[in-house]
Nanobody, 119 residues
Framework: QVRLVESGGGLVQPGGSLRLSCVASGSIFRLNAMGWYRQAPGKQREVVAGISTGGATNYADSVKGRFTISRDNAKNTVYLQMNSLIPEDTAVYYC?????????????WGQGTQVTVSS
């Protein structure tokens, strides 16, 4: 159906930056909202940021002013620019999208990419 592949995670020092990318592929008629979630060890998965087809964005309070979500509809790709990273941002980051295809409309998830903020 839809495959989401994330990239760009890694180890970064506090105050550093990373840019995550997520490419959607498959039998897609239309990509609707896309977003990023994260899950830290021992914690529930939480929303980080979301973006609509038209580019409207929303952010978790904990990342406002530091993270920026964007998308390239021609490339079926969503990005997350993360600046001023802090240790509390350490988590596995997951890409999510709502897509329409022959199956109707449903959400899909990527496998996740690890982000570690540590000195």
């Amino acid at each position: 159906q839809v495959r989401l592949v994330e990239s760009g995670g890694g180890l970064v020092q506090p105050g550093g930056s990373l840019r995550l990318s997520c490419v959607a592929s498959g039998s897609i008629f239309r990509l609707n909202a896309m977003g990023w979630y994260r899950q830290a060890p021992g914690k529930q998965r939480e929303v980080v940021a979301g973006i609509s087809t038209g580019g409207a964005t929303n952010y978790a309070d904990s990342v406002k002013g530091r993270f920026t979500i964007s998308r390239d509809n021609a490339k079926n790709t969503v990005y997350l620019q993360m600046n001023s990273l802090i240790p509390e941002d350490t988590a596995v980051y997951y890409c999510n999208c709502n897509a329409q295809g022959w199956w109707g409309s449903r959400d899909f998830w990527g496998q996740g990419t690890q982000v570690t903020v540590s000195s």
